[in-house]
């Protein structure tokens, strides 16, 4: 359960981290924060969460 609430802070803070930078950067004004945040969040969860079922999948073939 604790991997699960901490790799979720960590999808968490990449994507802050990406939609801040997007901001500093001119990319991005502070009022597209809540669009962008929730499209970058989703985007980071969906790589992360499909990365850990190929490495789930590779360590089962490798048994």
């Known amino acids: 359960m604790r991997k699960i ?3 979720d802070e960590q ?3 990449a ?3 990406i939609v801040v930078k997007f901001i500093e ?3 991005l004004s ?4 809540p669009e962008a ?9 969906d790589t ?6 190929v490495q789930d ?3 089962c073939s490798d048994d």
């Open 30 to 33: 502070p009022t597209g924060f």
């Open 57 to 59: 999948t590779d360590a």
């Open 37 to 45: 945040f929730k499209s970058i969040y989703r985007t980071v969860n």
């Open 11 to 13: 999808i968490l803070r």
């Open 25 to 27: 950067t001119g990319r």
């Open 5 to 7: 609430a901490n790799q």
């Open 15 to 17: 994507s802050k981290e």
């Open 48 to 53: 992360v969460k499909q990365a850990a079922t």
